[in-house]
């Protein structure tokens, strides 16, 4: 095998390997898609055949190949990279000639694209031309942004728009929606927003087990499902009210969040994760098998609704919150309601998070995560640190699971399976192990982005009546998180900001910081 | 009588340390005197950091008795206590041979860490926050005010004092990782004293140190047993640093204890030489041209 040439060959040279790297990849292509597109198998009289399919096998070894090459020529082996001009839209490094004309140019004939496509319906051709400048669009703000303001703030501007945005968007759009009847699909954004919220919510409390004391938790749903089921058995058995049920669903986390600390206090890493994992499922499966408590698989139904002080938000209750304040029965008064409870949780949350960071506690936790033996040559009690941990990020799930069957009014095991530990746990990996910015993205980008897909009609138009993007969600979900951590193997947000300063704050880059491992 | 034997801190006896059928420290007996430099030294794999390890409680020794007497009386078997109480109750500090900081956190924050239990009583927590006792305290760490808020400001003080005894208070706020090897070795010791120990273990303070640097942590430990008064029991390979700084030197060979004594006796003992120097003519001749400036 030739391989691929350093600067300074010839473009002779360059295209000879480029070829040769062409020729090969698609002979691995070929072989690997013979059997996976190149065959299919029929159901006929005679039983199962064999129906090959050449033309798709070349189209797909075609595009390899041509693919590879084109890469090759243009962006591995080019003395200038087809696609440094678009990266150095997210840098601050110079523009030279060269990189403006590339980028005036598809700038130039992608508007030309989708003018054109506009104008003789081609959706697929609109789509791409509309991503291409949308991209560019996003990166020439940037760049004019950072050069005018080079000093500003980001992250704090960022933080502080964001939970304006969170705060005013729920009673915005519906007084809007009242004036002007607008016809805004509210249910369904709210019902959205509520459920990213949930996941903010849980990324930030397991942020504090994962991010900051660096103990890889696998079976963080389980402290979900505890308050889901204190929350709801105490409820419907007791007639307790959400408010009053909160603290006591907390608690009752936490103290699960100190029993699965204490066998697990010597493991680390894999095998800690290993446990945590089974941990999580014990729970579900002693919520599935022990039917006088928990209902078993049926679940638990009729959970009530938060009141307003004591004011509900049901159409049947007198006096209830419209009519005591006058207005007029509203079903999604309740549900902006729901939304401002999770909106308070969760910055509950990030506030106790940020200032535990500040605090000795959190500072240990720190320390555990970069060098546990140096934290006890230095006094520290790592087993107290540890459970403290667990059971401030257990705490935090359990909060979420009573929110999440208040909402709900129904819960069953079947809603805290591994994958909700997984996706929690992505969350967090994805946003920037401990730091609080990035989760909320993170979950924002994961739960809300893939949700949103279902409902997409742009996309139906590009591939056809029959193309279901929500069938594509995992596959999507499995191509972002490859993608992030090949360009961002840290987290979206990658440094972590320091809790005490002599001089100045400067961000640390996560390269130096431990995280949790497995 | 030996003059580090007037004023004991330390009284190692009979420690023996076993791990299966291997023997790493086989009945070694010492005494650490207050305000003493100790050194301990021996040929690679004698068993030094076995010892260290027993003293500072992240091994727990199969035999022997490890007693050391606060200036106030208060004593405390060592073998008996876990290794965050021999910091925290018995005040004895360590390093490590490899260096141990939390990289990612900045050098400021690494000595903020080492406060830990200073702070811990100021904000109440965890004890607070569970048990009801100084819950006043806890609400006022959370909010940053009052007792919390004082005993902070004098951690962050100490911090900046001893970042200025070893010269690193202009990179306070640079993450720990990104120190150079030597500023990396002085802030561990710097984070060890932030611990306020009556004794300081160092493991190999002056390894991969040049001769200037170590001429630098000479006179830093001096400087710390001068004005800090505490005794300081080292490891070291390097004859410059321990022939010169240490009052009293132990050797220790295949974990025996093969020496004990006063520098000068320790120097020209022939079991020493033979031991730990090696009996080929030329490492003799090159070790006493090094031992002997």
Known sequence: MIPLSEPGKSFGQRLKSALADAIIAGWIAFFLFSLLLGVRTVDKVTGLTLAPRPGLLAIAVGIVVFGRLLLNLFVWQAEHPITT??????????????DLIVLGSVAFVSTLVFIIASIVHAAGFQLVA????????????RRVIVYFFPNLPYARIFTIGGIAFAILFPLVSYLLEKAFHLGLPLRYLFDLSILVLTYVMLGWGLNIVVGLAGLLDLGYVAFYAVGAYVFALLATHFGLGFWMCLPVAGIAAALWGVILGFPVLRLRGDYLAIVTLAFGEIVRIILINWTPVTNGPNGISDIPKPTFFGLPFSAQASPNFASFFGLKYDPLQGIIFLYYVILGLALVTNLVTIRLRRLPIGRAWEAMREDEIACR????NTTITKLTAFATGALFGGLAGSFFATRQGFISPESFTFIESAIILAIVVLGGMGSQLGVAIAAIVMVGGFEALRHTAGLQSVFGEGFDPALYRMLLFGVAMVGIMVWRPRGIVGSRSP???VHDVKPIPKNLVEEARA | MRPWETDLLLRVQHLTMRFGGVVAVDDVSFEVGRQDITALIGPNGAGKTTVFNCITGFYKPSEGMMKLTHPDGQSFNLEQLDDHDINSHARVARTFQNIRLFPGMTVLENLMVAQHNVLTRASGLPTGAVLGFGIFATVGALLHIGGFARAEREAVDYARYWLDRVDLLRRADVPAGELPYGEQRKLEIARAMCTRPLLLCLDEPAAGLNARESDGLNELLLSIRAEEGI???????DMSVVMRISDHIVVLDYGKQIADGPREEVRNDPRVIAAYLGVSDEEVAEVEREVRP
């Open chain 1, 85 to 98: 001009p678009f990266a150095k839209l997210f840098t601050s490094k110079q523009f030279e000639r060269r």
């Open chain 1, 130 to 141: 509309a991503c291409l400048l949308a991209f560019l669009g996003i990166g020439t703000i």
């Open chain 1, 377 to 380: 040559s230095l006094g520290i």
């Open chain 1, 499 to 501: 809790t005490i300063v």
């Open chain 2, 231 to 237: 005794a300081l029991l080292l490891i070291e390979h």
